[in-house]
């Protein structure tokens, strides 16, 4: 039998395990879910080191779960980590027969080494003072009184005071990592005339159908690499123009909402959703033209190509051509813009997938030759053209039995002119009622950085029926603009992100 098998874990072990966890917690309660938190590092080293067919797979199948999987497996290696510095205490204050050594000895360790790793000394000392109470309550224990008849043995008393002591940082960290404020929502008073009007406008346009959205989400998904997103101070922040450019230059928020602004509806859609999911949303964005930036620079670029670079290290290439009406974005429905959805400044890309569009952006590399961005290198498509969809999200019955189908259609900047729903399986076809747009069509002309452009904004569709008696298929698909209709072809969300026909069992 190897050594390996024949281990058993000691109280020490179980000691030490706690106060790995207790360290762990109390990092979380002085930091919250920040980049600070002591496990973040760690997890977002694993999301840009991980292989690009696990990364695809989370995506496919986990979606947002993943990242937060890879959170706690982060945290679970940090304890472990963690607890190894506590164990290394205790060896040392076993040997010295000098109970103050391992609380005093592995916190010190705890913080020095978190603060190497997060550069935080609230998130160091928060882990290193849940070590000291860990080990320091494990090491008193056994001298405290005990109330009752039965007798608990010193090493039992040891392993419940460490686990007790982290049970009751884990519970705090609960309530100060859970610590999030409450999205508002509606029209905000205090905004410009401009975005009060819009939007009451897609207030006003919203089809009136029980369980569906209107045409600004009141909960719009975030995607990103981190579980843990970036806490930018605007006061520190800046946006270069670097690369293959006459002159590179450096703006500030100042420089930035000194711009001429314009303020607009986009729609994102998560290229890794189900084909009929609900990673889909619209808002209205405030912003400054991309170009308008990019052109003070004079960009000298061979292959007329940039890279957008953010504060997480997350990085998007795209040609120059694709930034015509591009914005970088800093306030969302007349508010700043929040920190799940990359304050102070992201990037907004009309007609491409949710992921490009870059959050945090820090610097606008152009580029002397082709790149691939984050999700090129893992497989993903990238850059290019969002898929058309026309989503079944509610259905209802009406009087006299009727029913009632309704979702939200997308089509990128091609646009949505119809909606037809077929209630047959897709053997006949007929009309939805549509939304009013939100955004007066116009054509994709003029060099890149100059407006007008083409709108990038979703419609609600509605198609009520008399129910054909029995259990049937409803099906919609999109006709763009240019009459373009819809291919049924389906295809999951890898590489190019989803396509088809959405379909949908009624009884």
């Not at 303020?263 to 209205?284: H, P």
């Not at 820090?362 to 993903?380: K, S």
């Not at 919609?476 to 389906?490: H, N």
Request: hydrophobic share 40%; glycine share 10%; proline share 5%.
């Amino acid at each position: 039998m190897s050594r390996l098998a024949r281990y058993r874990p000691s109280a020490d072990d179980g000691v030490a395990l706690f106060a790995g966890v207790a360290a762990v917690a109390g990092s979380l309660v002085a930091v919250g879910f920040s980049p600070a938190f002591v496990a973040s590092p760690l997890e977002r080293w694993l999301a840009r080191e991980m292989p690009g067919i696990v990364v695809s797979l989370a995506i496919q199948y986990l979606g947002s779960l993943g990242q937060q999987l890879n959170l706690v497996m982060a945290a679970l290696v940090t304890v472990l980590l963690l607890g190894g510095v506590a164990r290394v205490g205790m060896a040392v204050g076993d040997a010295l027969y000098n109970r103050a050594v391992p609380p005093i000895l592995s916190g010190t360790a705890v913080f020095t080494l978190g603060t190497v790793v997060t550069g935080s000394f609230s998130s160091s000392g928060g882990a290193a003072v849940g070590t000291a109470l860990a080990l320091g309550f494990a090491t008193l224990s056994p001298s405290l009184p005990t109330r009752g008849h039965g007798e608990t043995s010193d090493d039992r008393r040891r392993v419940l005071a460490s686990l007790g002591t982290a049970a009751g940082l884990g519970v705090v960290a609960s309530v100060f990592g859970s610590r999030a404020p409450e999205p508002d929502v509606g029209i905000p008073e205090n905004a410009r005339p401009e975005v009060q009007n819009a939007l009451q406008r897609a207030t006003d346009s919203s089809l009136d159908v029980s369980g569906l959205e209107g045409l600004v989400s009141d909960e719009f998904f975030t995607v990103d690499i981190n579980a843990v997103d970036p806490e930018v101070e605007v006061t520190d922040w800046e946006l270069s123009v670097t690369g293959a450019v006459e002159e590179e230059i450096t703006l500030d928020m100042e420089d930035i909402r000194s711009m001429e602004s314009r303020t607009e509806f986009n729609t994102l859609r998560c290229v890794g959703e189900s084909l009929n999911g609900k990673k889909m949303d619209n808002a209205l964005w405030t912003g400054v033209d991309v170009m308008d930036i990019v052109e003070r620079a004079g960009p000298q670029s061979d292959c007329e190509c940039v890279m957008f670079r953010a504060d997480d290290d997350y990085y998007e290439e795209f040609p120059i051509a694709a930034l015509n009406g591009a914005m970088l974005a800093y306030e969302m429905n007349g508010r700043p813009l929040p920190r799940g959805h990359g304050y102070p400044l992201r990037a907004l890309v009309p007609g491409h997938w949710g992921e490009i569009n870059v959050k945090w952006i820090t610097e606008i590399e152009v580029l002397e030759r082709e790149a691939e961005g984050y999700w090129e290198e893992r497989g993903w498509h990238g850059t290019g053209p969002v898929e058309s969809v026309a989503k079944i999200h509610a259905t209802n019955t009406l009087a006299e039995g009727r029913k009632q189908v309704a979702g939200h259609a997308y089509a990128g900047t091609r646009g949505v002119s119809t909606v037809e729903v077929s209630i047959d399986g897709g053997d006949t076809w007929n009309e939805a009622r549509l939304s009013e747009p939100l955004t007066e069509s116009v054509d994709w002309e003029g060099d890149p950085g100059q407006t007008p452009h083409a709108p990038d904004v979703w419609r609600q569709w509605a198609y009520e029926y008399d129910h054909p008696g029995s259990r049937h298929e409803v099906v919609a698909r999109v006709v763009e603009d240019d009459g373009t209709v819809q291919s049924s072809e389906r295809r999951e969300s890898f590489p190019n992100g989803p396509a088809g026909w959405v379909s949908r069992t009624v009884q």
